[in-house]
């Protein structure tokens, strides 16, 4: 086994025999942990006997960066942590049921045995539950107390509070039941009651703002009594009222590795490994965050000699911050944070959302490098085709390519907002985007790269529904105005997530309109004049759309605050696709829901609180559970969740820090022939506050690594 980071790469010593072997006689039993000289193994074992289903974490500080790996307990209670790095490690036991065992320092090629330590009472084992444990433990309304009847807003609906308490809402920038927000800061100050800390809490740093517009906006601020009420109930001693269960079956083959990037005051909102149509591009190489609203550095990582360091992403000279209005944080803190005081942390100009790996290695990202308003070319009076038939005033976000061989970056000007980016499967290499809001924008990268000319590269179009029927765009009606039978008409649905389908051409994209949609479009021969578009509102028990994926037959998979893993397939569907009736009901058969795993919220009947982000499809198995495996990031649960081919939830899960938070991931193939170590998923915690993890003020944001392997021994 080579030593290092090799065996991500396939690499092994040929001969090489174990080095250690552990024995330990169980009655007629052996327990034998086989190790060769870069494993760590051993057995956890309790007062009862060996500990199955928990987690073993080896952490050091002796690399280029903070870096651990953790591995789970198979039915024996033995582990093999594989293939670390050359490092003196810190290691230990944690599991449901369990307090941190003692921690003790070991190398690899080591045999270790841990002492378990069961916790002395139901308190100190809660500490060790995912947040969503402790959320679920946050009341809702009753049904009497909306439609008005009391203080609730008219107009907000069971359903529509649920989604604003979930991902559209507070768990759309954090997660919500960890420590640090089940209890209320000593730093904040005295007061009345937790209702009263709740609503100088959201307040705190540059996020303060949009949080308070959102709970004391639309919803009148009857949060702060729900989230107060939680809170003083946890600090009186109450527990969750479910018990989470150790990992079984494939979870138990998960191996997790984490390395720290970036620093301990910015955020990252994503990461990206490779080209999601072609999996071993950039293999072994470096990953790239995103980092949002936080600043402009760019973190790369080298997960081979697990370095890190960043890249300063320029702007045109000139260029304000991209806070303040218009944007979803603020230039200042609108009071102070608990943890940063009056201090301003976030100063970015190029507001880099996210990236995405092109087959030539370049790396694609939704950034921002000017200011809003757009060039001539984009407005009204211009003779672009989109101009022509949409015109763009302003946008807040661009196009921006690095080629990370020669380090050039390089702007494209676009007139269409970006958000969210995706390739499509046609020669052109075409990138369409999510966040154009009225329109769905494209960039032809091929005739760019050739040519540099942005405004020849691009294009845009207006989402029109077929109304009229007859199979192809005309004149149509606008989105405040009603259907018109002998017309068609526009819609705005703006793309959130964006889907490009792997082979008839369509774009599909998730627009998060309440409860939730998923869109359509057919681009047509000439987009700006010929696409049309198709909406699909989701039904109940679904609501409450965010991110979504398209697998290989077309199947869309999306994130919903409602609890599940919806999923729509337009194959289904009974009844016309286009003509009058058809704006967004017309095909509730397309849909099927699969609940999340974890508890729910009291007095709802069957749910789940887990609120996912993002959807992904493992389209080229990248992890190892099967082609086209839908997997949804786990927000409350500290890591993903996969939905597997028999059917069943599988949960991936980061033991170490407790808090973590994905808003998205990736799966790379770096060698197709070795197996389950030249496969795995990549993510990074995208929580906006990383301080508030376990580790407290001072943590940096995570690269994560997730990995199957055949059983939780193999190495």
Same mark, same amino acid.
């Given at each position: 086994?080579?030593?290092?980071?090799?065996?991500?790469?396939?690499?092994t010593a040929a001969g090489v025999a174990a080095l250690a072997v552990l024995a330990l006689s169980s009655g007629a039993q052996t327990l034998a942990v086989q190790i060769d000289d870069?494993?760590?193994?051993?057995?956890?074992?309790?007062?009862?006997?060996?500990?199955?289903?928990?987690?073993?974490?080896?952490?050091?500080?002796?690399?280029?960066?903070?870096?651990?790996?953790?591995?789970?307990?198979?039915?024996?209670?033995?582990?093999?942590?594989?293939?670390?790095?050359?490092?003196?490690?810190?290691?230990?036991?944690?599991?449901?049921?369990?307090?941190?065992?003692?921690?003790?320092? +070991?190398?690899? %090629?080591?045999?270790?045995?841990?002492?378990?330590? !069961?916790?002395?009472?139901?308190?100190?084992?809660?500490?060790?539950?995912?947040?969503?444990?402790?959320?679920?433990?946050?009341?809702?309304?009753?049904?009497?107390?909306?439609?008005?009847?009391?203080?609730?807003?008219?107009?907000?609906t069971r359903e529509r509070w649920i989604d604003a308490m979930k991902s559209n809402g507070c768990i759309g920038c954090h997660q919500l039941g960890q420590l640090s927000t089940r209890?209320?800061?000593?730093?904040?100050?005295?007061?009345?009651?937790?209702?009263?800390?709740?609503?100088?809490?959201?307040?705190?740093?540059?996020?303060?703002?949009?949080?308070?517009?959102?709970?004391?906006?639309?919803?009148?601020?009857?949060?702060?009594?729900?989230?107060?009420?939680?809170?003083?109930?946890?600090?009186?001693? *109450?527990? !969750?009222?479910?018990?989470?269960?150790? !990992?079984?079956?494939?979870?138990?083959?998960? @191996?997790?590795?984490?390395?720290?990037?970036?620093?301990?005051?910015?955020?990252?909102?994503?990461?990206?490994?490779?080209?999601?149509?072609?999996?071993?591009?950039?293999?072994?190489?470096?990953?790239?965050?995103?980092?949002?609203?936080?600043?402009?550095?760019?973190?790369?990582?080298?997960?081979?000699?697990?370095?890190?360091?960043?890249?300063?992403?320029?702007?045109?000279?000139?260029?304000?911050?991209?806070?303040?209005?218009?944007?979803?944080?603020?230039?200042?803190?609108l009071q102070p944070s608990a943890y940063w005081g009056e201090e301003k942390i976030w100063n970015t100009r190029a507001n880099n959302h996210n990236g995405m790996f092109g087959r030539?290695?370049?790396?694609?990202?939704?950034?921002?490098?000017?200011?809003?308003?757009?060039?001539?070319?984009?407005?009204? %009076?211009?003779?672009?085709?989109?101009?022509?038939?949409?015109?763009?005033?302003?946008?807040?976000?661009?196009?921006?390519?690095?080629?990370?061989?020669?380090?050039?970056?390089?702007? @494209?000007?676009?007139?269409?907002?970006?958000?969210?980016?995706?390739?499509?499967?046609?020669?052109?290499?075409?990138?369409?985007?999510?966040?154009?809001?009225?329109?769905? %924008?494209?960039?032809?990268?091929?005739?760019?790269?050739?040519?540099?000319?942005?405004?020849?590269?691009?294009?845009?179009?207006?989402?029109?529904?077929?109304?009229?029927?007859?199979?192809?765009?005309?004149?149509?009606?606008?989105?405040?105005?009603?259907?018109?039978?002998?017309?068609?008409?526009?819609?705005?649905?703006?793309?959130?997530?964006?889907?490009?389908?792997?082979?008839?051409?369509?774009?599909?994209?998730?627009?998060?309109?309440?409860?939730?949609?998923?869109?359509?479009?057919?681009?047509?021969?000439?987009?700006?004049?010929?696409?049309? +578009? *198709?909406?699909?509102?989701?039904?109940?028990?679904?609501?409450?759309?965010?991110?979504?994926?398209?697998?290989?037959?077309?199947?869309?998979?999306?994130?919903?605050?409602?609890?599940?893993?919806?999923?729509?397939?337009?194959?289904?569907?009974?009844?016309?696709?286009?003509? !009058?009736?058809?704006?967004?009901?017309?095909?509730?058969?397309?849909?099927?829901?699969?609940?999340?795993?974890?508890?729910?919220?009291?007095?709802?009947?069957?749910?789940?609180?887990?609120?996912?982000?993002?959807?992904?499809?493992?389209?080229?198995?990248?992890?190892?559970?099967?082609?086209?495996?839908?997997?949804?990031?786990?927000?409350?649960?500290?890591?993903?969740?996969?939905?597997?081919?028999?059917?069943?939830?599988?949960?991936?899960?980061?033991?170490?820090?407790?808090?973590?938070?994905?808003?998205?991931?990736?799966?790379?193939?770096?060698?197709?022939?070795?197996?389950?170590?030249?496969?795995?998923?990549?993510?990074?915690?995208?929580?906006?506050?990383?301080?508030?993890?376990?580790?407290?003020?001072?943590?940096?944001?995570?690269?994560?690594?997730?990995?199957?392997?055949?059983?939780?021994? +193999?190495?």
């Amino acid at each position: 086994m080579a030593t290092g980071f090799a065996w991500c790469m396939g690499a092994t010593a040929a001969g090489v025999a174990a080095l250690a072997v552990l024995a330990l006689s169980s009655g007629a039993q052996t327990l034998a942990v086989q190790i060769d000289d870069d494993d760590i193994g051993g057995v956890v074992r309790g007062p009862s006997g060996p500990e199955a289903g928990v987690w073993v974490i080896a952490e050091t500080r002796d690399l280029g960066t903070r870096f651990t790996r953790s591995v789970v307990t198979d039915d024996q209670g033995r582990y093999v942590i594989p293939d670390l790095p050359k490092a003196n490690y810190t290691l230990w036991a944690r599991g449901y049921g369990l307090v941190d065992s003692a921690k003790v320092i +070991a190398e690899p %090629g080591r045999i270790v045995s841990l002492t378990a330590a !069961p916790a002395p009472n139901e308190a100190a084992a809660a500490r060790y539950y995912p947040a969503i444990y402790w959320y679920s433990m946050l009341k809702i309304p009753p049904q009497s107390e909306f439609g008005g009847k009391r203080d609730i807003p008219a107009g907000i609906t069971r359903e529509r509070w649920i989604d604003a308490m979930k991902s559209n809402g507070c768990i759309g920038c954090h997660q919500l039941g960890q420590l640090s927000t089940r209890a209320i800061p000593k730093e904040l100050g005295e007061f009345d009651n937790h209702a009263e800390a709740w609503m100088r809490r959201i307040q705190s740093g540059q996020s303060g703002e949009q949080m308070m517009n959102q709970l004391a906006g639309p919803l009148a601020g009857v949060p702060f009594r729900y989230f107060g009420e939680w809170t003083e109930r946890i600090a009186k001693g *109450e527990l !969750p009222h479910t018990k989470p269960t150790r !990992p079984q079956g494939v979870e138990r083959n998960i @191996v997790v590795t984490t390395w720290d990037w970036l620093n301990d005051k910015h955020y990252l909102h994503d990461l990206i490994a490779s080209d999601r149509r072609h999996p071993t591009v950039n293999a072994y190489g470096p990953l790239y965050g995103s980092a949002e609203y936080s600043g402009d550095l760019m973190p790369i990582l080298d997960p081979v000699r697990h370095t890190t360091w960043n890249f300063t992403m320029p702007v045109r000279e000139g260029t304000k911050e991209a806070l303040g209005p218009g944007h979803a944080a603020a230039a200042q803190p609108l009071q102070p944070s608990a943890y940063w005081g009056e201090e301003k942390i976030w100063n970015t100009r190029a507001n880099n959302h996210n990236g995405m790996f092109g087959r030539d290695g370049k790396v694609w990202f939704a950034a921002r490098f000017r200011d809003a308003d757009n060039p001539a070319f984009c407005k009204r %009076g211009s003779d672009h085709p989109s101009a022509k038939a949409f015109p763009l005033e302003r946008t807040n976000r661009q196009i921006t390519v690095l080629d990370p061989k020669t380090q050039q970056y390089t702007f @494209v000007d676009t007139c269409f907002g970006s958000h969210h980016l995706q390739f499509g499967y046609d020669a052109n290499d075409t990138l369409w985007m999510s966040g154009g809001g009225p329109v769905v %924008g494209w960039l032809d990268t091929r005739k760019f790269l050739a040519t540099g000319d942005a405004a020849a590269s691009q294009g845009w179009t207006p989402l029109v529904l077929d109304t009229n029927g007859n199979g192809k765009r005309d004149e149509y009606v606008e989105p405040n105005q009603p259907v018109d039978a002998a017309k068609d008409k526009r819609i705005v649905a703006g793309f959130y997530a964006v889907m490009p389908h792997p082979t008839d051409g369509s774009i599909w994209g998730t627009a998060r309109v309440f409860p939730g949609q998923v869109v359509r479009l057919v681009p047509g021969a000439n987009p700006p004049e010929t696409a049309l +578009a *198709e909406v699909y509102n989701v039904p109940l028990p679904g609501f409450g759309v965010r991110g979504g994926d398209i697998d290989k037959d077309g199947v869309v998979w999306v994130s919903l605050a409602s609890g599940h893993i919806g999923s729509f397939d337009r194959r289904k569907c009974k009844g016309p696709l286009n003509g !009058p009736t058809a704006t967004g009901n017309h095909c509730p058969e397309g849909w099927t829901f699969h609940q999340y795993p974890g508890p729910g919220f009291q007095g709802l009947g069957e749910n789940s609180a887990e609120s996912s982000y993002y959807t992904w499809v493992d389209q080229h198995n990248t992890f190892g559970l099967g082609e086209n495996v839908p997997m949804s990031t786990a927000n409350l649960m500290d890591g993903l969740v996969a939905l597997g081919k028999d059917g069943k939830m599988v949960s991936l899960r980061v033991p170490y820090p407790l808090g973590f938070y994905a808003k998205g991931f990736d799966g790379r193939i770096d060698d197709p022939n070795a197996g389950w170590k030249g496969r795995g998923l990549w993510s990074s915690s995208g929580d906006r506050t990383p301080w508030l993890v376990e580790t407290g003020k001072g943590s940096k944001p995570m690269a994560v690594h997730f990995q199957l392997r055949p059983d939780p021994l +193999a190495k």
